[in-house]
DNA sequence: ATGAAAGCGCTAACAG
DNA sequence: CTGTTAGCGCTTTCAT
């Protein structure tokens, strides 16, 4: 039982004045006589005195409080995290980080909405969230959205409602992964594509076959919506077209599984077959050989979206804004020359 | 400007009664009509009533919301945070998860005591942190254990307060590290220490060193109190003791870097050198070859320790427990039978 | 079984 | 310049 901490009452007493003048004084409003405001700065040292934003919350409506719908268990999303966090501290704000989904044992499924209510519940003044694979869309329209709360959709877009969005320019990174095999001498492409019924699976996708198509390259692809088993889909997109030399994964972790699937099929990388992946994840550069990929700047994307959340709160009512962090290319040990 | 949700006067107001009837039907205590029960949580629902957290906790002292000072910059410690989430999530709480420490651009460095500030404004029911390098101890025992918070802390123990610790079993997992390079029958060991004035760095350090004395055979020590450059330090440590057949670093990173020592120095893992990391991160499975390590099970410490806290929260005041979680070895390809 | 009223810590008018 | 007062949304006596 945290014992209370001292009030403005306390402070009031020990200074020998009204508590609506040590509020003043607080708070830095309103005009009061330096020596009483010495007298009662000097009282809330002795007393340790920590304003309580429980009741600042209650009273103005404003927590200075963020939640962020967002995992921190795989390193793209936790990346974003740190970007959130830091923008949102730099402003005195705090994040409040909840996510759901399956938790290890001996912890049970958390669903969407539950913490949706609990970030509610704690009155957060706006919500970050990176929508899922479901249609839980219509969860943030009714919970949030029509509660008049910030929204702002970080990575993916959120079909059903007009919030803002923040996430890294995936079309762009389809391109630059074609070009890059084009440039290189590559006339016949694979592309293991993700969930396509994604907003990022599905640009990734568009841009690449478009660039490829526009330089009259032949490109096959497989789809892999559960992202599970990149090993799979390259097998058999090598296997329906063996003549491609140059495959362009929707993500690092396919990438890795088309590694796999090279060296059963003993094609060499990249003599025999370049592989581009997407995110450069920590192990990307760890991959033997280290893995050309497209950087996404995670950090940068939940900066940027914290920054936006803090003009919203600020009362901006303007339309919904759809933000692009550029990605960058990172050529490594995983591309050459077509054979 | 989130508009204001409605409240209990609303509920009351629709269902004609008082505010207290509501009160008590919304939180299932004292006794109430069944027929004006039943108006009042359809009065509520239809509203789509939410509680506020904030006036209750104002009222209750208790905000079912935990401080989790702990960084996601890491997978280590974001695994630890996922443990911590789920935990307290399963009993209806919140971590609220903030860290100190420099930013990367555009943001600036936050401190430990603005951080706790945050937290204990918002009137978290305790804290659970990761002790960082310095001295930030006193921090911790002025600010929270002197106001009655309970205190958790991970991975590291807090020195200068007696407070719960929740972390693996470092010794334990440097004596794994040792019996494994002793049974391969080596006989001349170095070891990559992290830090020694921490308690991990420390106790896998002891661990390590007692149980190469106890079966007679030397030890070299290197310390990398950055953990910055195991390159650097395992070139020196080969470079003194050049008799050296078995490694073990203090943590996965520094292990990484001795990877890139021994080829440098024309050492073949593990034909001529062994190596033994702390840790298991991801990329420990990854590397080449992939490295033996002691996995340390960091979902489970957060749990752990946030199942810890609910029981300090529920009143337990007993005296400060130690709680290890123990770590177990996970041999891959990094050593061998000494040469 | 239900209502009225006090109070939690603070802000924001409004008087002096 | 400073004090008084009325809420904010809710819990908790105390009446009825």
Do not use: K
Request: glycine residues 8%.
């Amino acid at each position: 039982m945290p014992r209370p901490l001292p009030s403005l009452a306390d402070i009031a007493r020990h200074a020998g004045v009204a508590i609506s003048t040590v509020s003043r004084v607080l708070r830095g409003q309103g005009t009061v006589a330096p020596a009483t405001a010495r007298r009662i700065t000097a009282a809330a040292r002795r007393l340790r005195y920590r304003p309580n934003l429980l009741v600042q919350g209650m009273q103005t409506g404003r927590t200075r409080t963020i939640g962020v719908m967002v995992p921190v268990d795989d390193p793209f999303h936790a990346d974003m995290v740190c970007g959130i966090h830091d923008a949102l501290v730099a402003e005195d704000f705090c994040p409040l980080v909840l996510w759901s989904g399956p938790a290890r044992p001996p912890h049970r499924t958390v669903t969407e909405l539950e913490q949706l209510h609990r970030m509610i519940d704690r009155r957060v003044d706006g919500i970050i969230l990176r929508p899922v694979i479901d249609d839980a869309d219509d969860v943030y329209f009714h919970e949030a959205i029509e509660r008049d709360l910030p929204v702002i959709a970080v990575d993916r877009v959120l079909t059903n409602a007009q919030v803002d969005f923040v996430g890294c320019d995936d079309a762009d990174g389809g391109r630059l992964a074609a070009e890059h095999f084009l440039a290189l001498g590559h006339r016949h492409l694979g592309h293991v594509a993700g969930a396509l019924f994604t907003s990022t699976g599905r640009q990734r996708h568009d841009a690449f076959l478009a660039a490829a198509a526009a330089a009259g390259a032949a490109c096959q692809v497989a789809e892999d919506p559960t992202f599970s088993d990149g090993e799979q889909q390259a097998c058999q997109l090598l296997a329906a077209a063996p003549r491609i030399t140059a495959m362009f994964c929707a993500n690092d972790l396919l990438a890795a599984g088309a590694y796999r699937a090279a060296a059963r099929l003993g094609r060499r990388i990249p003599a025999d077959l370049s592989i581009i992946g997407f995110g450069d994840l920590p192990l990307a550069a760890l991959m033997a050989p280290p893995l050309t990929t497209v950087q996404q700047h995670a950090y940068q994307i939940g900066s940027l979206a914290a920054r936006r959340m803090l003009v919203r709160c600020a009362g901006d009512r303007s339309a919904p804004q759809r933000l692009l962090v550029p990605v960058t290319f990172a050529p490594r040990a995983s591309t050459a020359r077509v054979p």
